[in-house]
């Protein structure tokens, strides 16, 4: 796993899109993050984005896997990235399952270079659709995240089914944002590539933001492809079907 190399000619930051698909061994995910943060530094970069779900991702009996794999956010997981950041110089964004007094929380955190947490996005719009309940395994999330600034200038989020919402987007922008990071799980079906992609170029060009898409990858699962557009929707790298990262440079 080099990287694949794909942007402008010249960019102020140099950011990773890491891509892998995650399981219940909490261990074994955390070995593929380290694994792709130190590519991810090798190759120069400032900050490394992975998918919803990086902590961990049950296949089955996702109800009650939750609520015990939940973690607060200075717990176990949070602790290793700050190490990871420290080590390798880099800030990550990562998804995790949030512990609560119930069902946990989708939540994407943000960490500096020196491990320490800046930001956390719960997910509000949840993924009821397609003949599939979320709502059955995490609570919803009930405010928008607040932009930080970070090697990509102020950073936005949304979590993959709110993709489907422009004014989420949207909202982001108001707030601020210049990149906007969106994390998934993007299940596969009929023409859902064609959603993840259209959808990520589409939210790029409404909002005028650089778009940063990390999904995971399983075969039969989730469709991978993470990708990043310019703001003018001009497309800056993507990968395909296999676990990697990719690298960009962006302004």
Known sequence: MGGHLQGLERGVSTVAIGQFG??????????????LAQTAAENGAKMLFLPEYSMYYAKVNAWSKNIEAAEPCDGAFIIALGELCRRYGLWIAAGMYERTDGLPYNTIAVLDDRGRLRGTHRKRRLYDAFGYRESDECRAGDKPFSPIETPVGKLGIITCFELRFPALAAEQKARGAETLFVPAGW????????????????????????VLGADQYAPGKFV???????????ALGELGEEQDLLIVKIN
Do not use: Y
């Open 224 to 234: 991978g492809h993470s990708m990043a557009f310019q703001p003018d929707g001009t």
């Open 187 to 210: 299940v596969q079906g009929e023409n859902k590539l064609l959603h993840w992609r259209t959808l990520l170029c589409a939210r790029a060009i409404e909002n005028g933001l650089t």
């Open 22 to 35: 995650a399981g219940e061994d909490k261990t074994a995910n955390l070995r593929e993050i380290e694994r």
